[in-house]
């Protein structure tokens, strides 16, 4: 376990040493970070192996860009047993336990899709602190949101680490996908009435519904990259042929929203953007207007 946990932390964020030094020389993190030690003592590896690899400090690292106007709080620690993550009060909180169902999910080999074991522990652990940290930007910048605000936290943690390289985004993509894929199946049994409302009522979309949106907006940023999903049938035609305007509503509200409040110097270093498609923005060519695809 402590190998295989030591060698996800290690490709975590894929942080280049260029990020890393770029990070160093500006001003100090908004996010501050602590590991709390566990209650359990199964989790003692866990909290052990991810504290000695720095992992909060990759993330701290990561997220160095963005400009917020107080300090989040990230941590890992142990949750009475709930194998998830939080944010409220302007704290985030990695469970333990969720980082040991990963684990534990994880398969044996690569699976028939490509997805290697090592991308089922990488690809949510990412997306999950990304989503939460989506939470935080919602909170701290005031930011509208229209619609429901965990599926705007997904499209705002597909999106930031589609800003990554070609090759981590599509590990990412295809773990993250995986894991609730996984969640999906381990639902299969009957529910009672009682389980049918809550897993219904849940704020949260159905894990069915949460892989295919981000292999949508995956599929949108680069249809030739992952061309795959669609014709290996893992995202169904009818879907995606509108995940190209899906994605361009994402970046519309990214750039107009988020971007304001992150160092763009520093994010040229630590993300590479170039490789995505970009569209012109709301705001550049005009509310209402069509765009170029769309004009007579």
């Not at 504290?51 to 106007?69: C, G, N, T």
Request: glycine share 6%; charged share 25%.
């Amino acid at each position: 376990m402590k190998t295989a946990l030591a060698l996800a932390v290690v490709g975590m964020f894929l942080v280049t040493a260029t990020a890393m030094t770029a990070f160093a020389a500006s001003k100090a993190s908004q996010i501050s970070i602590r590991y709390v030690p566990p209650k359990n003592p199964a989790h003692q590896p866990i909290y052990k192996d991810l504290k000695e690899r720095r992992a909060l400090e990759k993330l701290q690292e990561f997220l160095s860009p963005f400009r917020l106007p107080r300090t989040v709080q990230f941590s890992l620690a142990g949750c009475d047993g709930e194998d998830d993550a939080s944010y409220g009060d302007e704290a985030i909180t990695i469970c333990y336990e969720y980082v040991d169902k990963l684990w534990k999910n994880m398969p044996a080999k690569t699976t028939p899709a490509g997805i290697a074991p090592m991308d089922t522990v990488i690809g949510p652990f990412v997306d999950t602190s990304l989503h939460e940290f989506a939470h935080a930007l919602f909170d701290m910048l005031n930011l509208p949101v229209l619609g429901r605000e965990e599926d705007a936290a997904d499209q705002v943690a597909a999106y930031i680490y589609l800003q990554l390289g070609k090759a981590e985004a599509r590990r990412l993509i295809m773990g993250t996908a995986y894991a609730y894929l996984t969640d999906a199946k381990s639902d299969d049994a009957p529910l009672t009435p009682k389980e049918f409302a809550e897993d219904f009522a849940e704020a949260h979309g159905m894990p069915q519904q949460r892989a295919y949106n981000v292999l949508c907006i995956a599929y949108g940023a680069d249809t030739k990259l992952f061309g795959d999903f669609v014709t290996k049938g893992y995202l169904p035609e009818e879907r995606a042929d509108v995940c190209e305007e899906e994605y361009e509503q994402v970046q519309d509200a990214y750039e107009e929203l988020v971007t304001p409040h992150i160092d763009s110097a520093l994010a040229k270093r630590i993300f590479n953007r170039t490789w995505l498609r970009k569209t012109p923005t709301l705001k550049q060519r005009g509310r209402g207007l069509p765009r170029p695809k769309d004009a007579p």
